[in-house]
């Protein structure tokens, strides 16, 4: 186990335990401070390549090369984060309660210090240590009660909601039970059913056809007689228009001698 979360952490950057994890869109993760010395190698150039797959990162929304503005925008790797902290600690830390009653959640980076802030550029939950390290340029919002107390509420609403939409897929399970058991001690019968309506429909649909084949066949029939008829006319006139050549022959030969 040692191993494969010796592994899971190493940076492909300095081959060494990954501090702060950030994640590039191809999904491979190194440390912070790396990632920042590796990008600013490329400000002014129209990509980056990833260190481990080079898969090309292209700048940020309405930017034509890599700036500072890159460095703002590296994600933060929640899995690797969470992972580190789970087999580090061995459980997950218990919760602080301040005098309102609602429970400050310890950092996730800094485990010995409680999240003062929320970062809605990064939506996250973040510590002094962090704000000052990690989100220099952000615009974070300090918690106070008042914050405390609407996110509770929102939980409390979330859940709520979340209850009432999972006693209705119950509902709808039990429902859809019910009919696939009926589908299933019925099914001889529907078998059969369904045999008879297509029997019945390939009858009509050969008649049909029939019927179809029978209407061509006549209309053919017609249409040839037609032709035939023309054609007929057209060779009796022929025939005359040749006999009356030659009659004009014979009697132009006639006049001449």
């Known amino acids: 186990m040692e191993e494969v979360l010796q592994t ?23 440390c912070h401070e790396c990632l920042v010395v590796y990008i600013t190698h490329y400000f002014g150039k129209a990509s980056f390549p990833c260190p481990v797959c080079h898969y090309k990162h292209l700048p940020e929304e309405q930017k034509t090369v890599i700036t500072q503005d890159t460095l703002l925008i590296l994600e933060e790797d929640s899995l690797m984060r969470d992972v580190r902290l789970f087999f580090k600690d061995g459980e997950k830390p218990q919760p602080i309660y301040n005098a309102d009653g609602i429970n400050r959640v310890p950092c996730t980076i800094h485990t010995d210090s409680l999240c003062g802030y929320f970062c ?109 008829a023309h054609l007929e006319n057209d060779i009796g006139v022929c025939s005359k228009m040749v006999t009356s050549v030659e009659s004009r022959q014979r009697l132009a030969h006639v006049v001449h001698e």
Request: glycine share 2%.
């Open 120 to 228: 809605p550029d990064c939506n996250l939950l973040v510590c002094t240590q962090c704000k000052r390290e990690m989100h220099p340029h952000c615009h974070l919002r300090q918690i106070d009660k008042r914050m405390r107390m609407e996110a509770y509420s929102d939980i409390r609403k979330v859940t709520a909601d979340l209850t009432d939409f999972l006693s209705e897929a119950e509902t709808v399970h039990t429902d859809l039970n019910s009919k696939v058991g009926n589908i299933c001690h019925n099914s001889p019968e529907r078998v059969e059913t369904i045999k008879l309506y297509y029997s019945d429909l390939k009858e009509k649909v050969v008649k049909y056809l029939e019927e179809q084949e029978r209407e061509v066949l006549e209309k053919k029939m017609k249409l040839e007689e037609k032709e035939k």
């Open 8 to 30: 899971f952490y190493q940076c492909g950057i300095c081959q060494e335990s990954i501090t702060y994890p950030k994640k590039l869109k191809c999904q491979h993760v190194f």
